[in-house]
């Protein structure tokens, strides 16, 4: 259905011709406008090549195959020209040609055209108008009476937005309106007019359209001087400031009685703003796809900031939020790399107060828009006088700062400044960078969600590899033993075991199996845990009474490798608990110091809190833990050590936490590298009630 309504759309539009050409260059659909503007039927057209269109010059100059050649090249054409109708007239058009490819295959062509001859005549016509509004009023003039003609003829183009200047076959200028004076970077249009020529064209940069230079001789107004009308879009930069702006320049000669040059009458339409909102949207069409582009973020980042400049920006910067709250610059850009390299040094020597612009966006994550800089505010923001000095010299404008935001948490802002281009932000401009942080943090959103897929995805098949090493080893070993047994009853040797030989495998196979049921165990309160269902039975329990059931499970292990356990209370160590997960929970810390401080004392205390809160401590004199491991040991599946001679699934401290929480109590971490480690367990005691019955706590997730 949409597809369909898209159909419809594209057949109804009348203002625009739009069609497809297949890869071969031939006309395969055609709307209205199309018949309209071109003259054919679809059924006349279809099928036919798309040189058609063009002159018979263009024809035989092999143009219409260049254009398809650098679309399926460059991906995208656009111009405008002269193109040619059924009936064999010329029309003024803006053509846009793209290149469709699906999935890498090329497809063919999606052709745009529309018919700007109206505009072409207007202007045309006011280029003549104003030629012959000047050459009628030249012609009238005298020698007496010039100075009053001149005066008239001010009066009237004063009135007019468009720049006018009147020069003579000299090329010495006698007459600018106000608009020209503006343009020109004049304050006034008799300061222009005394300045001399060369005076003038060294205060700019010309440039034609596409950024190539412009020669002088071949500007409108000299050509105009050599008796030729003559128009162009000229590009030009104010070396002063930098700014660069656009007019379209028309130029006509104006003639005297016997039809020679008298004087040449130059017209400048600016349309600089117009450009900008142009190059605007199509930064925001590029960023965009290079936001589709990677999962890599930071690189994208990085492009989008270097796209932005110069189109919409001559500064542009990401500042990224880092764990202690500070911002980071990830990238700066700037057309000119020295200033580059100044900007670092600035941010190095003189980083953002908490009271700047960046940090109000990140506390609000709103958009600021600062339309003029003032020097007030240059001075409040810099209160070094280098700095001053620094930042006046840099000639700041206009900004604009927008934040980047994941959900609704602030992960940094994007910045746009300008200076030498002397370009002011509106309201406009400040939706226009809204709008691309939007679709940038949306892009940093699906790079993280896609990274922690994958980071998931590895997480589980390292973990399912632990779990069934760890299965497999008490399995193995308890599988030998029945082995043996099995094959000692056949032979009949079993009956000469004595008591204490026969004891002593049985109390094997009891260990094995009761390895398997605390691994059995902790796969299933992950299970549980996973879904935020952790449920407690709590009781009356002695917590004491409870580490002192786990130290005698642990204490033949812990002197098989030369260590001990020792056991210190104090005070009231009831509470209202679930015994078994707090069993569970001293299992899995004197285990793992058992484990990972083989040979040494572990030292279990328990004591009475103050505000109804009972402390458990669990301190090893084992190798220490690393700073940067301890918040890390406590997720799911991590380990202190990846060392085989150290078996584990990664659970234990993550469990550990998960019941603690449930419980309403915390866990701590003490250690230092060589020095052993201590965790510390505060549990609140609960108050008894008259009857204690199965609660089911969910515990919020951690980290």
Not at 292 to 302: M, Q, R, V
Not at 365 to 384: F, K, Q, R, V, Y
Not at 610 to 633: F, K, M, N, W, Y
Not at 634 to 657: C, D, I, K, Y
């Amino acid at each position: 259905m949409p597809a369909q309504l898209l159909d419809l759309l594209i057949d109804r539009v009348s203002e625009y011709a739009i069609f497809l050409l297949d890869p071969n260059g031939r006309i395969a659909s055609w709307n209205r406008g199309a018949e309209r503007i071109k003259g054919y039927s679809a059924e006349e057209i279809i099928g036919k090549p798309y040189e058609i269109f063009f002159s018979e010059e263009d024809r035989k100059a092999g143009r219409p195959r260049q254009i398809l050649a650098q679309v399926r090249s460059n991906g995208q054409y656009q111009e405008e020209g002269y193109r040619v109708r059924k009936d064999g007239t010329r029309f003024w058009a803006s053509i846009l040609l793209t290149a469709l490819f699906d999935e890498g295959e090329f497809k063919g062509y999606a052709k745009i055209t529309r018919d700007l001859t109206e505009r072409l005549q207007s202007e045309d016509e006011a280029r003549r108008a104003a030629a012959d509004r000047a050459a009628r009023v030249q012609a009238e003039l005298d020698e007496r009476e010039m100075r009053r003609s001149r005066d008239q003829l001010d009066l009237i183009l004063r009135s007019i937005s468009e720049g006018v200047t009147v020069q003579t076959t000299e090329r010495r200028m006698i007459f600018a309106n106000d608009a020209a004076a503006r343009l020109c970077g004049f304050d006034s249009a008799a300061a222009l007019v005394a300045a001399p020529r060369e005076e003038v064209f060294s205060r700019f940069e010309v440039f034609r359209e596409d950024g190539a230079p412009f020669p002088l001789d071949q500007l409108p107004g000299q050509i105009a001087v050599a008796g030729k009308a003559s128009d162009a879009v000229v590009r030009f930069r104010v070396k002063q400031t930098g700014e660069e702006r656009w007019s379209f320049v028309s130029a006509a000669p104006v003639l005297d009685a016997r039809g020679n040059v008298d004087l040449a009458v130059t017209v400048f339409r600016e349309f600089t703003e117009r450009r900008r909102t142009e190059q605007a949207w199509q930064f925001l069409a590029d960023a965009s796809a290079a936001l589709a582009a990677s999962l890599d973020y930071e690189a994208t980042l990085k492009q989008v900031v270097g796209l932005a400049v110069p189109r919409i920006a001559d500064w542009s910067a990401v500042d990224i939020l880092t764990s202690d709250g500070s911002l980071e610059q990830l990238a700066i850009a700037h057309v000119d790399p020295s200033k580059r390299e100044l900007a670092k040094e600035w941010r190095r020597r003189w980083p953002p107060r908490k009271d700047a612009t960046t940090y109000r966006v990140i506390r609000t994550g709103l958009p600021e828009l600062l339309p003029e800089i003032t020097n007030a505010m240059i001075e409040a923001g810099a209160p070094d006088p280098e700095q001053r000095k620094m930042a006046f010299q840099l000639g700041l404008r206009s900004a604009m700062v927008a934040p980047l935001m994941v959900g609704k948490q602030p992960i940094g802002v994007l910045s746009f400044l300008t200076a030498e281009s002397g370009r002011r932000y509106g309201a406009e401009d400040l939706i226009l960078a809204t709008e691309i942080s939007r679709r940038a943090s949306l892009a940093i959103e699906n790079a993280r969600a896609y990274t922690e897929a994958r980071e998931a995805i590895r997480t589980r098949d390292n973990f399912l590899a632990i779990a069934s090493h760890e299965l497999r080893t008490p399995l193995s070993a308890l599988s030998v033993l029945i082995s043996s047994l099995a094959r000692a009853a056949a032979s009949g040797r079993l009956v000469k075991l004595s008591p204490e030989a026969f004891m002593e495998r049985m109390t094997n196979a009891e260990r094995q199996m009761a390895q398997v049921g605390r691994l059995v165990e902790n796969l299933l309160d992950v299970s549980r845990l996973s879904t935020r269902d952790l449920r407690l039975e709590r009781d009356e329990t002695d917590l004491v009474e409870v580490a002192r059931e786990v130290i005698s499970r642990y204490e033949d292990v812990a002197a098989e490798f030369g260590g001990r356990i020792d056991l210190r209370t104090t005070g009231p160590t009831v509470g209202w608990w679930d015994r078994s997960r707090l069993d569970q929970m001293i299992t899995n810390l004197v285990g793992n110091a058992v484990k990972y401080a083989r040979g040494t004392r572990v030292t279990v205390s328990i004591s009475s809190g103050g505000s109804g809160h009972v402390r458990l401590t669990v301190r090893d004199e084992g190798p220490g833990i690393a700073l940067d491991d301890q918040e890390r040991i406590f997720g799911q599946f991590e380990r202190a050590t990846e060392s085989e001679s150290l078996p584990g699934m990664g659970l234990g401290l993550w469990l550990v936490r998960r019941i603690a929480t449930a419980h309403g109590g915390t866990v701590k971490l003490d250690s230092v590298p060589g020095q052993g480690a201590t965790f510390s367990v505060l549990l609140p005691v609960g108050e008894r009630t008259p009857r204690q019955e199965p609660t089911t706590c969910q515990p919020r997730p951690e980290g």
